[in-house]
């Protein structure tokens, strides 16, 4: 592409959200004398006695675990929504606010407590795949549930309050912001192209190769040209499925290959258990056709020149604009190489 993407500074625009990101190319020559992160202890038991997640221990609200084997999913013990909340709104001059109500839950990806995502087995993972696609089928099928929201909080620099792999899924009854304005960009493509907006958009990567790092039959691993996070990265399907309950046995195996690669390589990049806060965004249980979906996962990892110096968002990132220095190219390079 452009040659002067590389060296001056310029915005990319995210087609998905209709936001811009702050590009400096040239600032990856500064030397850097900020903050730099502990490394994480490395080495973890594959049971602790003192976790409340591990099988047949007992959880902070006094309930014990099951002895599982593979996947174990339960409400979260201190859940950000209520589903007894009553309905009620506020309209007092400029204070507004309304009731929100929904179901958290948490998902243990492995009965073994010393291993995340990239230690497991792809046939493991496949199986928190198919947790995922039972949940979203089964939260989004309940009245006033509008939208299920999957993720994980790797790392306790992402805020993680247990080390045991795990992660989350909260369903509520209205649409989140970042999924508001992904529905509405993917609605005016589609309504004005027939087409799906990262369907056409994959067609471009792929033609280009510069930002792909890994891809199989079903799914393309790529740093979306918009990037915020120095490794950023999205696995999107090849075919245009409005959400996880789309695919088949096949495409769920190649989707857990993705994910395997894709955080192994993470781990390789600064040879440590690299943080990151990963979230599916798909089509919302709104009842509606939401034909112009095109499910994807998104990655967002803070670690910026090695394992113990994080990116910040703060400063005119604030106040203004995301802003970064590597470029998504030089990143997709790197993360391609491991």
């Given at each position: ?8 500074s ?86 507004i ?7 958290c ?25 198919n ?43 209205t ?23 990262l ?89 509606q056709?939401?034909?112009?979906w ?14 113990t ?8 990132e ?21």
């Amino acid at each position: 592409m452009n040659a002067h993407l590389k060296e001056y500074s310029h915005r990319r625009y995210n087609i998905l959200t209709g936001e811009w990101v702050l590009v400096s190319p040239h600032r990856t020559k500064r030397p850097w004398q900020g903050k730099q992160e502990d490394l994480a202890a490395e080495q973890r038991p594959a049971h602790d006695a003192s976790c409340y997640l591990c099988p047949g221990n007992t959880r902070a609200n006094g309930e014990k675990n099951p002895e599982y084997k593979d996947v174990f999913i339960f409400e979260n013990d201190f859940a950000a929504l209520q589903t007894d909340a009553p309905t009620f709104k506020v309209r007092d001059g400029l204070m507004i606010a309304e009731s929100e109500s929904g179901i958290c839950k948490v998902v243990c990806f492995s009965p073994d407590h010393s291993k995340s995502l990239p230690d497991m087995a792809v046939e493991d993972i496949k199986k928190v795949v198919n947790a995922w696609q039972h949940e979203y089928k089964t939260l989004g099928d309940m009245e006033g549930i509008n939208h299920v929201q999957i993720f994980e909080n790797k790392g306790d620099v992402m805020g993680c309050s247990n080390p045991h792999p795990h992660g989350q899924i909260w369903s509520q009854s209205t649409i989140p912001n970042e999924v508001a304005k992904k529905d509405q960009q993917q609605k005016a493509y589609f309504e004005e192209k027939r087409s799906s907006l990262l369907g056409d958009y994959l067609e471009q990567e792929l033609a280009l190769n510069e930002r792909i790092i890994f891809e199989n039959k079903h799914f393309i691993v790529l740093v979306p040209f918009w990037a915020v996070w120095p490794y950023e990265a999205m696995i999107v399907p090849r075919h245009h499925l409005k959400n996880i309950l789309e695919m088949d046995d096949d495409t769920c195996m190649n989707f857990a290959e993705a994910i395997s690669v894709l955080t192994r390589k993470y781990d390789r990049l600064f040879n440590t258990s690299f943080p990151y806060s990963a979230g599916i965004h798909q089509s919302p249980t709104n009842g509606q056709n939401n034909e112009h979906w095109h499910w994807h996962m998104s990655f967002y990892p803070p670690l910026l020149r090695s394992a113990t110096v994080k990116k910040f968002m703060v400063g005119y990132e604030m106040f203004g604009t995301p802003q970064r220095d590597i470029t998504a190219e030089s990143a997709a390079e790197m993360l391609k190489s491991l």
